[in-house]
Nanobody
Framework: VQLQASGGGSVQTGDSLKLSCTLS????????VGWFRQATNREREFVTAFSWNGGPRLDADFVKGRFAVARDTPANTVYLQMTNLTSDDTAAYYCAAGSRWAGSFKLGYDYWGRGTQVTVSS
């Protein structure tokens, strides 16, 4: 399975941005998709995860009320809609996929895409 993340960019505080992650290859084996982010000199942190078939869903506390996820199943694409961005959201954002539910557990994901950089400035 391959993942391609896109949609990052440079925005201002309070702006919105929509990230995409397109899966290809053996997507039939995927059960869950997650988004993580990593700021410079910091550990990669969990953002959100959901099961491909509409089962479990988990969000980091900082997501609630600001970020939303959506998926286009026929296109094998998931989206991360981010609103009211602040400088704390500046990071490289990664999508990941796995054949079982892993939630916020990074090591539970089998496949990772390259990051897409989000930079928020005031």
């Amino acid at each position: 399975v391959q993942l391609q993340a896109s949609g990052g960019g440079s925005v201002q505080t309070g702006d919105s941005l929509k990230l995409s992650c397109t899966l290809s290859g053996r997507t039939d084996e995927i059960y869950a998709v997650g988004w993580f982010r990593q700021a410079t000199n910091r550990e990669r942190e969990f953002v959100t995860a959901f099961s491909w078939n509409g089962g479990p869903r988990l969000d980091a506390d900082f997501v609630k009320g600001r970020f939303a996820v959506a998926r286009d199943t026929p296109a094998n694409t998931v989206y991360l809609q981010m609103t009211n961005l602040t400088s704390d959201d500046t990071a490289a954002y990664y999508c990941a996929a796995g054949s079982r539910w892993a939630g916020s557990f990074k090591l539970g994901y089998d496949y990772w895409g390259r990051g897409t950089q989000v930079t928020v400035s005031s």
